[in-house]
């Protein structure tokens, strides 16, 4: 099977927008993981007066992560999907949250333009194409001292964790999304984590992009080893690189 990309990966998750909600609300822990990563951006006084990007909000579980970590903040919530979009969009959401169609290669395109205080990427950069084009331009968005985090199934690199993997979307994952009509898609869940940066890996990539004080911090319960979150942040003339 080959990896989906770009407008094939758009058009999957066009297709299983309506059943994907109901899909992940199985997984245990995957809006607590999503919410315990927004906090692990540190963002001070509630957001008051910060600017935050959402880059692959998907249906607006992340987005709905991040006003619960920052509730007074400002937020533009990007996915290349019009179907999560749409879906994101039906629900309720405070006035400064906004949502742009857009795939991450061509935020300026629609209008994404920084600087922003803080970015978060859950489940993004294992989709796309060139995942270091897109930590640069992420880093260009971010003003100084600006934070990032991204939330991401990215293993390891322990067999033990990549078996976990591998029998948990067999067992559960992949049976579910043939029963959506969606098993291209979940079958590209299962690879795509398999066959991108281990957590080390990704950290050192994240290093490579630019970014500073980068920490790689596990999940508990059983996506231990199997998702992680990468943090860092943006320089500025105070901080030595």
Same mark, same amino acid.
């Given at each position: 099977?080959?990896?989906?990309?770009?407008?094939?990966?758009?058009?999957?998750?066009?297709?299983?927008?309506?059943?994907?909600?109901?899909?992940?609300?199985?997984?245990?822990?995957?809006?607590?993981?999503?919410?315990?990563?927004?906090?692990?951006?540190?963002?001070?006084?509630?957001?008051?007066?910060?600017?935050?990007?959402?880059?692959?909000?998907?249906?607006?579980?992340?987005?709905?992560?991040?006003?619960?970590?920052?509730?007074?903040?400002?937020?533009?919530?990007?996915?290349?999907?019009?179907g999560?979009?749409?879906?994101?969009?039906?629900?309720?959401?405070?006035?400064?949250?906004?949502?742009?169609?857009?795939?991450?290669?061509?935020?300026?395109?629609?209008?994404?333009?920084?600087?922003?205080?803080?970015?978060?990427a859950?489940?993004?950069?294992?989709?796309?194409?060139?995942?270091?084009?897109?930590?640069?331009?992420?880093?260009?968005?971010?003003?100084?001292?600006? @934070?990032?985090?991204?939330?991401?199934?990215?293993?390891?690199?322990?067999?033990?964790? @990549?078996?976990?993997?591998?029998?948990?979307?067999?067992?559960?994952?992949?049976?579910?999304?043939v029963?959506?009509?969606?098993?291209?898609?979940?079958?590209?869940?299962?690879?795509?984590?398999?066959?991108?940066?281990?957590?080390?890996?990704?950290?050192?990539?994240?290093?490579?992009?630019?970014?500073?004080?980068v920490?790689?911090?596990?999940?508990?319960?059983?996506?231990?080893?199997?998702?992680?979150?990468?943090?860092? @942040?943006?320089?500025?003339?105070?901080?030595?690189?």
């Amino acid at each position: 099977m080959t990896l989906l990309r770009d407008h094939d990966l758009a058009a999957a998750f066009d297709h299983a927008a309506l059943s994907y909600d109901r899909l992940v609300a199985v997984n245990p822990g995957y809006h607590a993981h999503l919410r315990r990563s927004a906090r692990r951006l540190g963002l001070p006084a509630r957001g008051a007066g910060l600017r935050l990007l959402d880059l692959g909000c998907g249906t607006g579980a992340s987005t709905a992560a991040l006003l619960t970590a920052a509730p007074e903040a400002q937020i533009v919530a990007v996915d290349a999907s019009a179907g999560m979009l749409a879906r994101a969009t039906a629900k309720t959401w405070p006035a400064r949250v906004r949502f742009v169609h857009a795939p991450v290669e061509r935020l300026a395109d629609a209008g994404v333009a920084g600087p922003f205080d803080a970015v978060f990427a859950a489940y993004l950069l294992r989709n796309v194409t060139d995942p270091d084009a897109v930590l640069a331009t992420v880093r260009e968005l971010l003003a100084p001292r600006g @934070r990032l985090a991204v939330h991401e199934y990215t293993l390891s690199g322990r067999l033990v964790h @990549r078996a976990v993997w591998t029998a948990v979307c067999r067992a559960i994952v992949q049976p579910a999304g043939v029963l959506a009509g969606d098993r291209g898609l979940y079958r590209h869940l299962w690879r795509s984590a398999v066959e991108f940066d281990t957590a080390r890996a990704l950290r050192a990539r994240t290093r490579r992009a630019g970014f500073t004080q980068v920490r790689v911090v596990p999940m508990p319960g059983w996506q231990t080893g199997v998702v992680h979150t990468v943090v860092g @942040r943006v320089s500025d003339d105070r901080d030595t690189p």
